[in-house]
């Protein structure tokens, strides 16, 4: 273990001299990027893969991560909005679950309040039943989603979040009540997981990565993926493939201050783009075990937009907000 | 057999020299701040998790393990030193150990301590090493109902077991309830008990709490008392070494002692409390010389010892498989895992099997460790004891403070320290037990969570947590633990009355 660190450390150290050295006149950025969760998490490790590529690729000169946890992000997001007003060199990695937690919690602030810089990665979601489930196919689930809408047990992340969006979709489209969904909400993919194996729930949604271990054994079976197209390497098909008109992909983009614009917004809009671009970024999706989702800042301006709106819709008719 | 290969696997990775240190540095810290009056391994570790933060999870664990066996052996040396026990475990270390040192043999008191956590911890960790993981194939089946159950018998005998009555430990245990309804709730996502404070949203942090009950409370108090009767160390008289007659008394005393601690603190409500009163009655039992008891008999510190270091070996054991946190030490422990985002469950011994692994070959390590290291030292340590009072707490509320600011630079999460620190206080004042309250907060959210998801699965028929017999019979059992204590004493009233 400390021996791979070590190793990291110096391929990082080696890789960001040259890096460096040959951006000397092309970048002088001192970035700070917040994520606003703890250490470890989603958001976390984007905002450090971030800080890694950017370092070793020359695109910024020096970059700080920072956490600040709490409440979904929006502690975060609320300081964010405060200290980043205007500023070339600070960044926000943020994401759905932030968009759901900023309307759950009835935050005063949301993601439309600060400026997209570029979409970044998407994770597909997983819909799963228990292996010895009669539940064959996302058909035979819609079917008993149908005929009795509360007996349908769903497990899965917390509660507002992507899979319990995910869940309330599926429910609408098959036709029953997304405010009867029956969602059991656990702290995590882990604790879920338990459950799915401990054949406690109908149906299970989780990030895909999560899960893969128990879904390639066998001990799931998948029924769908909510990505708009087929993934490489993942057997289940979309949802949109089984004639469901739904997609849902748990995203993460970074974000600058508020009324940041002009030089100062094409300056990040670069950067971020550069790093994006390189082979190092390809490299730390693929260990991740992240979905590239990349889109420039107009396109994510609008997602945003529409993405809030969604959520705004979904949350309402599961009756978490109003 | 895979455990004894994870085992070897484990501990080569703990005999990495990078580990090795990690360990040592944590047996010695972990001892040095055990030893400190009123500081028991529970505050020890919750102490020093910050420092563990820095390291990798594999280093930040090893480390973990040697705090945590060196707090507890730095415990039991100020209970028999000083008759200031560190945590309620080593009340009856404290009986006959005090007893022995005031009669200038603390050496072979601390050394019977000592061997005997020793072999107690050794044999309990073999346990843990073979047990625990057919423990996870019955975890994966424990439904929603299983662990309401699994709570519900946690909180009551913690709350029964602890401090001069019942009620007061349930008084505790409510308060420490009341605080874990804050925050987020984890089913709907809406905010409780958080009166528009945002830094409340996420809850009460576990060891804020900790810290504050056990540390600041604990400074205030002395403090308190320090004006009207100051409290003086003693030195160790004589050799510090076992005569041959203390290891013949002593041997048996160790094994049975492991006997009782092991499973009963494997047991997911059995405490470390239970086995060490239940292993000096037994002594007192079996003694060929029970006239020595209450004057400093070495089978009384030499069970009680064994059967304490035993059954933390034991709350190893649903700490591990089912993330279940029985004692005041392991809840600060989930605390230090959830730092990493690792969730101590069913799922650690596959999803994390290096680091249980290497766990279970650094509490051996740690093990061989404490005794090295310790037994040269007793002098040294009793000298450690002569810090004048003053400077020592204020050092403790210095780094208590430091701490929790470390872990969360906020100025709500200083208040709420003081504030702990002040009901402490006067809990420790108005004789109310401390460890209820800190239970209460890490199993009321799980408890409150449990129940509800259990109602959810059911469709609101409250008659599933009595459908599943496992659960049935834990809820069961909780209740014969709470109303039992009334029973027998309405009975033994009752006999006195005829008599």
């Known amino acids: 273990m ?118 970044l990665t998407g994770d597909p979601l997983v819909i799963v039943v228990p292996k010895d489930s009669p539940i064959k196919t996302i058909a035979d689930l819609q079917a008993q989603i149908k005929s009795d809408v509360a007996k349908t047990i769903w497990v899965g992340g917390s509660a507002g979040g992507a899979d319990h969006i995910l869940a309330a979709l599926v429910t609408k489209e098959s036709g029953a009540d997304p405010a009867q969904v029956n969602y059991v909400a656990y702290s995590g993919g882990g604790e879920s997981l338990a459950a799915m194996l401990g054949g406690q729930a109908t149906a299970g949604v989780s990030g895909y990565g999560e899960w893969q271990g128990q879904i390639e054994s066998g001990d799931l079976r998948a029924l769908a993926i909510s990505y708009p197209e087929p993934i490489e390497g993942i057997e289940a098909k979309p949802l949109k493939a089984q004639g469901l008109n739904i997609e849902l992909v748990n995203w993460r983009g970074v974000f600058a201050g508020p009324r940041v614009e002009g030089a100062d917004l094409d300056a990040l809009k670069a950067a971020v783009e550069k790093t994006v671009k390189s082979e190092q970024w390809q490299a730390v999706l693929k260990t991740r075990g992240w979905a590239d989702y990349y889109a420039p800042s107009d396109e994510f301006q609008a997602f945003i937009g529409s993405e809030t709106e969604r959520v705004h819709e979904v949350l309402k008719s599961i009756g978490l907000a109003n | 057999m895979d455990s004894l290969f994870f085992l070897f696997q484990g501990f080569a990775t703990a005999i990495e020299p990078a580990n090795l240190i990690y360990a040592a540095v944590g047996v010695i810290i972990g001892t040095a701040v055990g030893v400190l009056p009123g500081i028991g391994p529970a505050l020890t570790v919750a102490l020093l998790l910050p420092v563990t933060f820095k390291l990798d999870p594999g280093g930040s664990i090893i480390m973990f393990a040697g705090i945590y066996y060196g707090g507890m052996y730095g415990g039991s040396t100020t209970a028999i030193l000083l008759n200031t026990p560190g945590e309620s475990a080593s009340v009856v270390t404290a009986l006959e150990g005090n007893q022995m040192a005031r009669s200038g043999r603390g050496g072979p008191a601390l050394a019977t301590a000592a061997i005997g956590s020793f072999v107690a911890a050794l044999i309990a960790t073999v346990g843990l090493a073979f047990l625990a993981p057919i423990l996870v194939k019955v975890a994966v089946k424990f439904g929603p109902w299983d662990y309401f159950g699994l709570m519900l018998i946690a909180f009551v005998t913690v709350s029964a077991t602890f401090g001069s009555s019942p009620l007061r430990g349930l008084t505790s245990l409510a308060f420490g309830l009341w605080l874990g309804l804050m925050g987020i709730d984890q089913l709907t996502g809406q905010a409780r008990l958080t009166f528009g404070v945002p830094e409340l949203l996420d809850g009460v942090e576990v060891t804020t709490l900790a810290v504050g009950l056990f540390a600041i409370g604990e400074a205030l108090l002395v403090a308190s008392r320090h004006l009207f009767k100051p409290e003086k160390p003693m030195p160790v008289k004589g050799s510090i070494w076992m005569t041959k007659e203390d290891w013949n008394r002593s041997w048996k005393p160790w094994l049975r002692g492991t006997v009782l601690g092991f499973p009963i603190g494997a047991l997911p409500a059995g405490g470390a409390e239970i086995p060490t009163f239940l292993s000096y009655n037994v002594e007192r039992k079996l003694s060929k010389k029970p006239e020595e008891f209450g004057h400093g008999a070495i089978e009384g510190v030499a069970g009680p010892e064994a059967a304490n270091n035993a059954s933390a070996a034991g709350t190893l054991v649903p700490l591990l498989t089912l993330g279940l946190p029985t004692s005041a030490t392991a809840a600060v422990m989930l605390a230090g895992f959830q730092q990493y985002n690792i969730q101590p469950g069913p799922l650690l011994f596959t999803q994390h099997a290096d680091l249980v692994w290497g766990l279970v070959a650094s509490l051996f390590i740690a093990n061989v460790m404490l005794l090295v290291l310790n037994l040269p030292l007793v002098g040294l340590w009793v000298r450690l004891l002569a810090i004048p009072l003053p400077w020592l707490y204020a050092g403790i509320l210095v780094f208590a403070s430091m701490g929790t600011i470390a872990a969360n630079p906020s100025v709500v999460e200083l208040l709420l320290l003081t504030g702990f620190g002040v009901v402490g206080f006067l809990m420790r004042k108005f004789d109310y037990p401390i460890a209820p309250a800190v239970v209460g907060l890490i199993l009321g959210p799980l408890a409150d969570s449990a129940l509800r998801r259990s109602m959810q699965m059911s469709l609101g028929d409250p008659m599933i947590l009595l459908q599943h017999p496992s659960s049935a019979i834990m809820i069961g059992v909780a209740v014969v633990a709470l109303v039992a204590p009334f029973i027998f004493r309405g009975l033994s009233k009752f006999q006195q009355d005829e008599d």
């Open chain 1, 2 to 119: 400390r021996k791979l660190l070590k190793i990291c450390f110096a391929a990082t150290m080696a890789i960001s001299a040259v890096g460096v050295v040959s951006n000397v006149n092309a970048q002088s950025l001192e970035l700070n990027i917040m994520a606003p969760a703890g250490a470890g998490g989603g958001w976390d490790s984007a905002a450090r893969s971030l800080q890694e590529v950017m370092m070793a690729t020359g695109a910024a000169k020096s970059v700080q991560v920072v956490n600040v946890p709490g409440a979904g992000g929006t502690v975060g997001l609320a300081q964010f909005i405060g200290s980043a007003k205007g500023s070339p060199n600070q960044l926000l990695v943020a994401g759905i679950t932030l968009v759901g937690a900023s309307i759950s919690n009835n935050s005063p602030v949301d993601l439309t309040k600060v400026t997209p810089v570029a979409r």
